[in-house]
């Protein structure tokens, strides 16, 4: 039994540097990837500063459609916000679609973006990872790779991102807000200057330094006319990760010309993998009936895939789902 100090915050600027000073205290929201964590021995911080009770659980839903989401808002109140269901369709499939209904009362906004790949390397302190132990070496490449990623991945590591919620939010123009360590607000302009590749350093999935906080996710009014959904593959249907996930957004003539078409993947890559190879060869093109030009754009996606013997199947997976998941959005 290791001695645990809990603190609950608040005030924001003091919690902060208190994690940035010391790194064996870490911040705690709804604990349900971080205690697992715990349990596990992969995290064994000293100290743990609740920040739950800093006001930062708000849904505003503004004058000009965009909508504001706290950093500890709960995942089964933003599903269930009628504004959310309303507007952002995807984001509230991709929360229901992600845990079970308990976790979702508990799990919130920015913990579900930080949270940690479930690699089982990565989970099991007896194992070499990278992610863990630089240098230690790579379990999964030799061996169970089947759930991990094929995009934005090094040689010294294949982890996937677990995340329904951030795939949608890629597909949304989610920017996030953030507050730094030394006080200096900012919003990042996309998911991705949120998350990094492994590269030579799997240790830190994000560019986050010790002390920065979340604040908030905001998302910009959908376009006129738009559709969206997100579908979700798994081995079984209750509380599984994704093999492949799909958050979509389209803007479509009635005739099929894509005016705009924005594609996310989840459970292929290192991060929620914006498709922007794939939108950009489906920019103004005119969707066929069997959607084959989405499902040819979504593989050019995987041009640069790193592809290992037993999840290569991901991509024509990842392909076939888009397109069934625009047809209908177009077509239905």
């Known amino acids: 039994m290791r001695a645990l100090a809990y603190e609950r915050a608040s005030d924001a600027h003091a919690a902060q540097q208190a994690v940035a000073a010391d790194p064996d205290t870490m911040f705690l929201a709804g604990g349900t990837n971080l205690v697992d964590l715990m349990k596990l021995g992969v995290h064994r911080p000293d100290r743990l500063i609740d920040i739950t009770r800093l006001g930062l659980d708000a849904i505003e839903h503004r004058a000009d459609g965009s909508v504001l989401i706290g950093a500890t808002a709960r995942n089964s109140v933003l599903a269930a ?76 590591c294949v982890a996937s991102h677990p995340s329904d919620m951030a795939v949608a939010l890629a597909a949304l123009d989610a920017r996030v807000h953030v507050v730094r360590a030394d006080g200096t607000r900012e919003t990042l302009g996309s998911l991705d200057d949120l998350y990094r590749e492994p590269g030579e350093d799997p240790r830190r999935d994000t560019t986050l330094a010790p002390g920065d906080l979340i604040t908030g996710v905001e998302l910009p009014a959908p376009p006129a006319g738009a559709r969206m959904r997100y579908r ?32 996310a993947l989840g459970g292929v890559g290192s991060r929620p993998w914006r ?44 392909a076939d789902t888009a397109a069934a998941v625009i047809a209908d959005l177009v077509w239905s």
């Open 81 to 156: 916000d009628p504004g959310i269901r309303e507007r952002f369709p995807a984001l509230s499939q991709a929360l229901l679609a992600g845990a079970s209904g308990q976790l979702r009362n508990m799990a919130t906004t920015a913990g579900n973006l930080l949270q940690r790949t479930r690699c089982v390397y990565f989970q099991d302190t007896s194992k070499p990872c990278n992610k863990r132990e630089l240098g230690s070496g790579c379990s999964a490449i030799d061996g169970a790779h089947r759930d991990l990623a094929l995009l934005g991945t090094s040689d010294r």
């Open 232 to 263: 979700k593959v798994r081995d079984r249907w209750s509380y599984a990760f994704a093999l492949v996930s799909v958050a979509a957004l389209v803007v479509a003539d009635q005739d099929g010309r894509l005016r705009e078409a924005r594609v």
């Open 275 to 318: 498709a922007r190879t794939a939108e950009g060869l489906l920019a103004g093109t005119r969707l066929d009936p069997a959607a084959s030009s989405v499902r040819a754009a979504v593989l050019a996606e995987f041009d640069g895939a790193r592809p290992l013997p037993d999840n290569a199947f991901k991509a024509e997976l990842a």
